[in-house]
């Protein structure tokens, strides 16, 4: 009789190798004061290193959450996955379509119609005309804002910004999404849509990484925690644990 095992591994959709991060933060906002201060001989401008020697991988198919408070650089981490930013050192590697909705309302033209940005976003994160139209219908009643959807963007809410930046990104057919304190914005009954959304989106197998200070969120999305703590990775393991890391500097 064949007593053969397979083994199946699952495919990494992140990795994250030794990854640095320095911003230069100016203490100057102009040729005068940059004069002053190199004549009484101050720094005009300081280094801050957002990310140290950061390592991790992400499996397809894991929702991970990444912790840490204000100023830890996780919102920096979760841009370098995006590739909105580029890291000074390591490198970052993703595995299929990605989606990322990092700043509500990014990459929306304010002098353009709902209508218009739901395709030049769409375009952005990589979707065709074809699926766009196909998908137009449902990511317009996901947001349900039909009856703005021909008005001009400059025109909208907050809320109504987010609902369609959402709702575009959800409609990708994508490999990869990215989430930062999205979650926290809008009213509840739509904060809620938006959490069975990605609940749904978790079940079909997707990555998912949350940046959030809702810690009861990300323990119902998600089911590994990474905490950051001032650019360096303290904790690596289930998000119940990591929460609890969190709360204890």
Do not use: W
């Amino acid at each position: 009789m064949d007593t053969t095992t397979i083994v199946t591994k699952t495919r990494p959709s992140i990795i994250v190798e030794n990854v640095q991060k320095t911003f230069l933060l100016r203490h100057t906002h102009s040729f005068k004061e940059a004069f002053i201060a190199r004549i009484k001989k101050k720094k005009i401008s300081t280094s801050f290193q957002a990310l140290q020697d950061i390592t991790f991988t992400i499996d397809q198919g894991e929702s991970v959450a990444i912790l840490g408070y204000n100023g830890s650089g996780k919102s920096t981490l979760l841009k370098l996955i995006a590739g909105v930013l580029e890291p000074d050192g390591g490198k970052i590697l993703t595995r299929g379509r990605v989606a990322g909705l990092i700043e509500v309302g990014a990459g929306f033209h304010p002098d353009l119609s709902g209508r218009e940005n739901v395709y030049l976003n769409a375009a952005i994160l990589g979707m065709n005309k074809a699926e766009i139209d196909a998908r137009f219908d449902d990511i317009v009643a996901f947001s349900e804002i039909e009856e703005f959807i021909d008005s001009e963007v400059k025109h909208y809410s907050s809320g109504m910004f987010l609902r369609l930046a959402f709702s575009v990104a959800i409609h990708v057919d994508l490999d990869i999404l990215l989430v930062d304190e999205i979650l926290a914005v809008g009213d509840a009954p739509f904060r809620e849509k938006c959490r069975l959304k990605i609940r749904e989106l978790v079940e079909q197998g997707k990555t998912m990484v949350v940046v959030s200070h809702d810690t009861k969120t990300v323990q119902d999305l998600c089911d590994r925690g990474i905490v950051i703590k001032k650019g360096v990775k303290v904790f690596d393991g289930p998000v119940a644990e990591a929460v609890e890391v969190l709360k204890h500097p």
